[in-house]
């Protein structure tokens, strides 16, 4: 994989993949004052017109929208929050370039809005829209800073003049979360040509250092908010004393280095850490074996690192970890590898691959955390970071599988039960990990900010949508 900087950003435009329910999406412009007045761009969220069946702890009718009706069908509604800005993302495409709208979560009054910037070119497959191929920008959050950025990035084709070929790119442009102004340009740009082989399956992982670019074949790139470029494409990490390669599946940046899995050689977890920093064989859960010793014909007793990254949100990473039993998973400080909850069961995987997911991807459903970080949900459950207790909503004979995709500030959770239709929504209480069947036609929040929910629907329409809904006192 190569690198280049650039010293306007390739794009300025981005989306969060949607989850297990149907994306929404909104006009591209704004369609009135919202309810707390006019901000930069002059105008908020639109004043609420949409009706849906949301969870009983959200008032239907406190709340702004907006819509995308430059959306194509299938494609996930650009959004993301910042719960420590309090601030909404939003994507609009004008006739110049995509545009980024920031909003207050909870009044929908405009902050700031950017300039205008074209995305990448549409590759081949992008273009035909029966491919699945992800077509539309992305926004993803990156945390763990004295200031958040919304990191907007994009798949497609981009060359360096008319002399050069077109290579495929990711480009990215962040802007800040708490930003106001209007037209305003992105603090740093950055692209990386992207692999476009057929298993190259090209990955990308925000966290707090930035944007993090991997692939199969061992490519990893890291474009930091100032829009610096690096490459390890053919570097090695240092874990547990030995060198290996960073996984192309799990690889985070933090503030002292590259946090990736082992090398998982001899059948283990293979252990994880940071790149000569701090290891998984030091931060082994209470009762769990740091190292996992097996005999086998031929290699005789072999020994190799317990534990393996799963999914990462804000500044953590969650991991499972081999035992006896069923295993357990934990919650790891992405600086230290300081636990700070655990569970006693084992979690899926989560996939940041570049692709639309399917409606009923488990795996394309991010770890989130509450607006007050206190409680993170991963697949069916629910971690306390105060109390360092954690829930298995789906444990248990016969239980159906839960993957939960957000939770409020109450330690409330909000799913779906099953793996094949009808799936129900469901909430789960982080206290009791009892999960609690809601009626079939809720419609489920897919992320929260303090004081509110965002649904993204198509609210019985055409077009996606974006409705934010306060929460009831």
Same mark, same amino acid.
């Given at each position: 994989?190569?690198?280049?900087? $650039?010293?306007?950003?390739?794009?300025?435009?981005?989306?969060?993949l949607?989850?297990?329910?149907?994306?929404?999406?909104?006009?591209?412009?704004?369609?009135?004052?919202?309810?707390?007045?006019? /901000?930069?761009?002059?105008?908020?969220?639109?004043?609420?017109?949409?009706?849906?069946?949301?969870?009983?702890?959200?008032?239907?009718?406190?709340?702004?929208?907006?819509?995308?009706?430059?959306? !194509?069908?299938? =494609?996930?509604?650009?959004y993301?929050?910042?719960?420590?800005?309090?601030?909404?993302?939003?994507?609009?495409?004008?006739? !110049?370039?995509?545009?980024?709208?920031?909003?207050?979560?909870?009044?929908? &009054?405009?902050?700031?809005?950017? &300039? +205008?910037?074209?995305?990448?070119?549409?590759?081949?497959?992008?273009?035909?829209? =029966?491919?699945?191929?992800?077509?539309?920008?992305q926004?993803?959050?990156?945390?763990?800073?004295?200031?958040? %950025?919304?990191? #907007?990035?994009?798949?497609?084709?981009?060359?360096?003049?008319?002399?050069?070929?077109?290579?495929?790119?990711?480009?990215?442009?962040?802007?800040?979360?708490?930003?106001?102004?209007?037209?305003?340009?992105?603090?740093?740009?950055?692209?990386?040509?992207? +692999?476009d082989?057929?298993?190259?399956?090209?990955? @990308?992982?925000?966290?707090?250092?930035?944007? #993090?670019?991997?692939?199969?074949?061992?490519?990893?790139?890291?474009?930091?908010?100032?829009? &610096?470029?690096?490459?390890?494409?053919?570097?090695? @990490?240092?874990?547990?004393?030995?060198?290996?390669? +960073?996984? %192309?599946l799990?690889?985070?940046?933090?503030? &002292?280095?590259?946090? $990736?899995?082992?090398?998982?050689?001899?059948?283990?977890?293979?252990?994880?850490?940071?790149?000569?920093?701090?290891?998984?064989?030091?931060?082994?859960?209470?009762?769990?074996?740091?190292?996992?010793?097996?005999?086998?014909?031929?290699?005789?007793m072999?020994?190799?690192?317990?534990?393996?990254?799963?999914?990462?949100?804000?500044?953590?990473?969650?991991?499972?970890?081999?035992?006896?039993?069923?295993?357990?998973?934990? @919650?790891?400080?992405?600086?230290?590898?300081? #636990?700070?909850a655990?569970?006693?069961c084992?979690?899926?995987?989560?996939?940041?691959?570049?692709?639309? =997911?399917? !409606?009923?991807?488990?795996?394309?459903?991010?770890?989130?955390?509450?607006?007050?970080?206190?409680?993170?949900?991963?697949?069916?459950?629910?971690? *306390?970071?105060?109390?360092?207790?954690?829930?298995?909503?789906? *444990?248990? =004979?016969?239980?159906?599988?839960?993957?939960?995709?957000? #939770?409020?500030?109450?330690?409330?959770?909000?799913?779906?039960?099953?793996?094949?239709?009808?799936?129900? !929504?469901?909430?789960?209480?982080?206290?009791?990990?009892?999960?609690? +069947?809601?009626?079939?036609?809720?419609?489920?929040?897919?992320?929260?900010?303090? /004081?509110?929910?965002?649904?993204?629907? %198509?609210?019985?329409?055409?077009?996606m949508?974006?409705?934010?809904?306060?929460?009831?006192?």
């Open positions: 994989m190569k690198i280049g900087t $650039t010293g306007t950003s390739i794009l300025l435009t981005g989306a969060l949607c989850t297990l329910s149907a994306c929404s999406s909104d006009s591209g412009t704004s369609g009135g004052d919202a309810a707390g007045g006019s /901000g930069a761009g002059g105008t908020g969220g639109a004043p609420l017109s949409s009706t849906i069946a949301a969870p009983a702890a959200f008032d239907t009718a406190k709340g702004w929208e907006v819509e995308a009706e430059w959306l !194509p069908q299938g =494609q996930p509604l650009p993301a929050v910042s719960q420590k800005a309090g601030t909404v993302a939003t994507l609009d495409k004008t006739g !110049p370039g995509y545009v980024l709208t920031v909003r207050e979560a909870v009044s929908g &009054k405009v902050l700031s809005t950017s &300039k +205008p910037w074209q995305g990448p070119k549409l590759t081949e497959e992008q273009a035909d829209e =029966q491919s699945g191929a992800l077509a539309v920008p926004i993803a959050l990156i945390s763990g800073r004295d200031r958040e %950025y919304f990191a #907007v990035w994009a798949r497609g084709e981009a060359r360096k003049d008319e002399l050069h070929e077109y290579k495929e790119v990711v480009g990215v442009a962040f802007h800040s979360a708490d930003a106001s102004g209007k037209d305003l340009a992105p603090a740093g740009t950055g692209n990386a040509e992207a +692999p082989g057929e298993f190259d399956r090209p990955s @990308v992982l925000p966290g707090p250092g930035g944007l #993090v670019v991997t692939s199969y074949g061992g490519d990893s790139i890291l474009v930091t908010v100032d829009g &610096k470029v690096s490459d390890s494409s053919d570097a090695k @990490v240092s874990l547990n004393g030995e060198s290996t390669d +960073p996984d %192309y799990m690889s985070f940046q933090s503030a &002292k280095g590259l946090v $990736t899995n082992g090398d998982d050689r001899f059948g283990g977890d293979g252990g994880f850490g940071a790149d000569g920093g701090w290891q998984s064989t030091r931060v082994a859960p209470p009762g769990v074996e740091a190292v996992l010793k097996q005999e086998s014909v031929g290699s005789g072999t020994e190799t690192p317990n534990g393996r990254i799963v999914g990462a949100a804000g500044t953590y990473v969650i991991a499972n970890w081999l035992t006896a039993g069923d295993g357990l998973s934990a @919650v790891h400080d992405l600086s230290t590898g300081a #636990v700070r655990t569970a006693p084992r979690t899926t995987d989560t996939e940041y691959a570049i692709r639309v =997911q399917g !409606p009923r991807s488990s795996a394309g459903v991010k770890p989130a955390l509450s607006p007050n970080d206190r409680f993170l949900v991963k697949g069916g459950n629910v971690f *306390d970071l105060r109390t360092g207790k954690g829930t298995c909503a789906d *444990d248990g =004979q016969d239980a159906k599988k839960i993957t939960l995709k957000v #939770v409020g500030d109450d330690g409330t959770a909000y799913g779906l039960a099953g793996e094949e239709p009808p799936l129900t !929504p469901v909430s789960v209480s982080a206290a009791t990990g009892a999960a609690t +069947p809601l009626p079939e036609t809720t419609v489920l929040p897919d992320a929260m900010a303090a /004081g509110a929910g965002l649904f993204a629907t %198509y609210a019985g329409t055409d077009t949508r974006l409705i934010v809904l306060g929460l009831k006192h």
